[in-house]
């Protein structure tokens, strides 16, 4: 029996339910909203395309994994071992700030090399909550980080202030000290002991002191509105790194952690 060799392998959508002949898919362009795929070509056992850097695109077939590759420039490849006839391979695309997608495909044995493309799109959803570079987005609002200093408290030890700016992004006011207080954690390795700071507040002989008005307990951030103040702790070392890990409010999951130092 004659043998036909596999020249090359196309993905097909599962909910189209056709046949394209083509050995591409492609899909919609990338936004600011949504991590996309594109051009993607599965061509003699290798996956290749383009996406948007800092997004991993992984294949699947049921839970054994054929490839991934990290986005670097825009364009990824990778190799896909032992594809079948009619498999189902499963695409993620996965990006820091948002959540996984996934796209289920069929692998196609096909020596076509020209027709019609089928449309594949694999495009994670924003988080709702996250902590992405300096900028920490809540249900209760958006902050943006900034430096930090370092300076007396006054009372004979020495504080960290960490300055940022904050936007309300809900319909109702905003108790910015609690917030802070209830889902900033910040902590100080020293030796073998890690400690969590206290929270604090500027001297009264600080240059800041006007700027942490707002951090007052009796003063609220109106809807919409976007005050630049500072958060401040007591440190157990004067020169230790403050990390800083944020939570979310109503889930009570980390975030993520900043280093001051």
Known sequence: MKKIALTSVAILSVVAGTLAPANTVFAKKHSLKHQSISSVVLRNGKLSGKAKSGSKISAYHGS??????????????????????????????????????TKTVVAHVSTSKSGSYTPVSVQPKPKKEYLSGDTLVLKQGKF????????????????????????????KMIQLDDLVSDNFTARQSIGKVTKDL???VTSEDSQYSDQAEI?????????????????????????APVKISF???????NLGTLTYY
Do not use: C
């Open 215 to 239: 951090m007052d307990d009796s003063e609220y951030v109106n809807p919409g509105q976007t005050v630049s103040t500072v958060a401040t702790w007591d440190l157990d070392s004067d020169s």
């Open 144 to 171: 943006n980080f900034g430096s930090s200093t370092r300076e007396p408290d006054g009372d004979g030890g020495t504080n960290i202030l960490v300055f940022f700016t904050y936007t309300n992004t809900t319909s």
């Open 64 to 101: 054994k994994k054929l490839g991934s590759a990290s986005i670097k420039n825009s364009h990824f490849t990778f190799k896909l071992k032992g594809v079948k006839n009619n498999w189902k391979v499963k695409l993620v695309a996965a990006k820091k700030g948002y959540k996984k997608a």
């Open 247 to 253: 939570y979310s409010p109503d889930e009570d999951t």
């Open 198 to 200: 206290d929270p604090s």
